[in-house]
């Protein structure tokens, strides 16, 4: 299969330029002005569109057991939204609970993708508990090339790791050349917190938010980073949501911590009052760490623009009307999470690019071509480069539109975004050199994803 791609402006983290693609197989084969068609090659005409490299979502949610229930998706179902949205990779983290076998969940995890994916996927590597078999497993899976780890100092009991296996487990990251991302809440405070207020009879989802303040996550930024220096491991903050939590990990860079910071779309765009809503309507918006005062959002683009912070990515976590309500009358038992795989460039375009807020190449850098590097993925993906996979999202500025459920390929029946004008989407995107969507509409192979086997960090090879 043959495809070029012309007269597009190429837009990457660092250049920006008009030219002609040539698709080979999957890969780019070359790039340059006035290239001519060889025989049977697909032409798309890009005039007037901007070419991005595939965006990667390094931290989304598929199958997740979480409250007692599980996330509604699929990876049919998301992979063919992350598509739509321009997303060509995402990274899943494989969430066994405190007892279960590592391997058990990685066949259980990788066997639920492998074949049913439209797009590239990786896994980041849970760690819970710290038994005999942990460390073996570990390395196992990082030989087989899922080179980062994930770890909950949130969720006492269910994903959240001690701090003794904390420290093993960033001991081995370190020896490996793994990363370890990490989800920094205090989970002492949370359950405290929650208590407290549950005994006062503040139940409804307005709760959420106060029962683990920006303080909470703070502690837990300074927590994990502390335990970073110790150990010399890099680490990798998950949904950075707050001023407090952004200055405690600015803080430990500045000492010399190994550290990424990675926040997720909502927090830049939705505040916590969306959460304050009555009933069912705030608990569409309960995640964790919870939308935050709307005061924190323009800390948090300025820290994005600035490159501080790293990466944006979704903590796509779908949950439906009907799982919200599991929490009614106990703000405690509402499942956490808000959809967002499919919306997360188009709201990222619209909010930072298209309205002034961020910079195109930070954008593209930080929603794709950063998180390739932080995660053994580059140059392979987040670039656009000969040799490089032909994921490309040829992306239509002058499209208009809003973000609706109705329209949504997510498997949920709300969004947290409802309404949102968007200023661009994606009218063409291919996955390794294949057509995959267009125009809002899934067009591809729906079994064309690979699990991706990843270098450690800071190699290429
Ligand atoms: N936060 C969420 O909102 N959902 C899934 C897990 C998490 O940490
Ligand atoms: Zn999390
Ligand atoms: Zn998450
Ligand atoms: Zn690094």
Same mark, same amino acid.
């Given at each position: ?23 080979? =197989? ?178 409804? /989802?307005?709760?959420?938010? /106060? ?44 000492? =010399? ?20 809503? /009555? ?183």
């Amino acid at each position: 299969m043959t495809l070029l791609i012309k007269n597009g402006e190429i837009v990457t983290a660092d250049r920006r330029y008009t030219a002609d693609i040539l698709v080979e =197989g999957e890969t780019i084969a070359q790039i340059g002005e006035h290239l001519s068609a060889p025989d049977g090659a697909e032409v798309i005409d890009a005039s007037g569109k901007l070419v991005f490299p595939g965006f990667i979502d390094p931290h989304v949610h598929v199958h997740l057991p979480f409250m007692g229930t599980f996330a509604k998706d699929t990876h049919t179902t998301a992979s063919q939204a992350a598509v739509i949205g321009g997303t060509t990779t995402y990274i899943e983290m494989l969430a066994p609970g405190g007892s279960e076998d590592l391997m058990d969940a990685w066949h259980l995890w990788s066997g639920m993708a492998e074949g049913h994916s439209a797009c590239d996927y990786t896994f980041h590597i849970g760690v819970t508990a710290w038994n005999d078999a942990t460390e073996g497993y570990l390395r196992e899976l990082v030989a087989g090339g899922m080179t980062s780890f994930k770890v909950f100092l949130a969720y006492k009991g269910a994903f959240g790791i001690e701090d003794a296996a904390l420290f093993r487990t960033l001991t081995l990251a370190k020896e490996l050349g793994v990363v370890v991302t990490a989800h920094c809440e205090n989970a002492e405070l949370v359950s405290q917190l929650q208590a407290k207020l549950l005994a006062e009879g503040k139940t409804g /989802p307005e709760w959420h938010e /106060p029962s683990r303040p920006e303080q909470v996550e703070a502690d837990g930024t300074a927590h994990f980073a502390t335990f970073l220096e110790m150990t010399g491991a890099e680490g990798y903050v998950v949904h950075l949501s707050n001023a407090r939590a952004l200055k405690a990990a600015l803080d430990a860079k500045a000492r =010399g911590v190994n550290l990424h910071i990675e926040s997720v779309i909502p927090h830049f765009l939705l505040d916590k009052t969306y959460a304050e809503r /009555p009933g069912v309507e705030g608990a569409k918006h309960v995640m964790s760490p919870p939308l935050r005062d709307k005061s924190n959002q323009k800390a948090l683009w300025t820290a994005l623009e600035r490159g501080e912070i790293d990466t944006v990515a979704t903590d796509h976590c779908p949950f439906d009307v009907a799982q919200k309500h599991m929490g009614d009358g106990d703000f405690t038992k509402i499942p956490n999470g808000i959809p967002a795989i499919e919306d997360r460039v188009n709201l990222l375009y619209t909010y930072g690019v298209s309205r002034g807020n961020l910079d195109v190449h930070r954008f593209v850098d930080a929603a794709s071509t950063r998180t390739a590097k932080i995660f053994g993925l580059y140059p392979k993906k987040g670039e656009i480069a000969v040799g490089s996979d032909a994921d490309l999202v040829i992306y239509d500025p002058a499209y208009r539109g809003k973000i609706s459920a109705e329209t949504c390929h997510v498997n949920n029946d709300y969004s947290g975004f409802e309404g949102m004008d968007i200023d661009g989407r994606p009218s063409v995107v291919t996955v390794r050199g294949q057509v995959a969507a267009r125009d809002g509409e899934f067009v591809g192979d729906p079994s064309r994803g690979h699990l991706l086997r990843r270098h450690p960090h800071g190699s290429t090879a």
